[in-house]
């Protein structure tokens, strides 16, 4: 049985919640396992919708798990994990159903790069989207610099890198980055409503518009599949190790 995500299903839609509320619902290779194996369901199965949530209140995904990839030094070794969470991040793009974040509360840095691998993102109105990388001396590495650019424009993209910013959930709705809000305390109910309304067809038809509106990105898997060398470059860097473990220092 999964200690980090919780699976259920009902209906023709299947709900994964993130169950790591210690880690801050961060992301570490147990939770890709996870996911994986989450995916290979989706993929062979005739489920028309696909949730992915955070347990609790306040945290949506954290990122990546500093305290466990921390123990990665050296550029292979950053590519690697980054190529398997970019894979990861590839097939939930591609599932013949209907995908959707419903975002809890806050998200950072890969957190962010993974709800926009979904089709649809809904988030509470008190949730808030940190754009922290930079912090760490690090850029997206999950294809997250693409997908923002797509969702944002480049110059909005780079200026919230830049800035390490931090965007409340009424100013994401309005530069697109989310596609709709709801009260905290109804977001359950109204990401399951979206995502009935939209099982309505079966998963033969969603397959066929979601492929048709991919049909175009040749150019722009090659743009995600190239952020991953510049991460794996400044991963092995002393200024990104540095600013980790003052990081993890001062958690402690």
């Known amino acids: 049985m999964s200690t980090t995500l919780d699976v259920t299903a009902y209906e023709h839609i299947l709900t994964a919640t993130i ?25 062979n199965s005739r489920m028309r919708a696909f949730v992915l949530t955070g347990a609790g209140r306040d945290l949506f995904v954290s990122g990546g798990d ?12 950053a590519e690697q994990m980054a ?26 840095g890969g957190g962010w790069e993974l709800m926009l691998a979904f089709d649809f993102r809904i988030a509470s ?39 390490t910013a931090e965007i409340d959930a009424g100013k994401a709705l309005n530069y697109g980055l989310i596609d709709r809000l709801c009260p905290p305390d109804e977001r359950t109910e109204k990401t399951y409503d979206w995502a009935k309304e939209m099982c309505k067809n079966d998963r033969d038809y969603i397959k066929t518009l979601k492929q048709g509106a991919l049909a175009f990105s040749e150019a722009r898997w090659k743009a995600i599949e190239q952020e991953i060398q510049p991460f794996a470059r400044l991963w092995e860097d002393e200024r990104h190790h540095t600013r980790v473990e003052k990081f993890l220092n001062k958690k402690d």
């Open 19 to 43: 169950q790591r509320p210690k880690a801050m619902n961060a992301i570490n290779f147990e939770l890709m396992d996870e996911l994986e194996r989450v995916l290979d369901h989706l993929e």
């Open 83 to 108: 190529r398997r969470m970019g894979a990861i991040l590839k097939r939930i793009e591609r599932l013949p159903c209907w995908t959707i974040a419903s975002i809890n509360g806050s998200t950072y």
């Open 66 to 77: 500093l305290k466990e990839f921390h123990g990665i030094k050296s550029a292979d070794e």
């Open 125 to 163: 109105a008190d949730a808030t989207f940190h754009f922290s990388q930079g912090k760490f001396y690090l850029p997206p590495g999950w294809g997250g610099l693409t997908r923002l650019v797509e969702k944002v424009g480049r110059s909005t993209a780079l200026r919230w890198l830049a800035e």
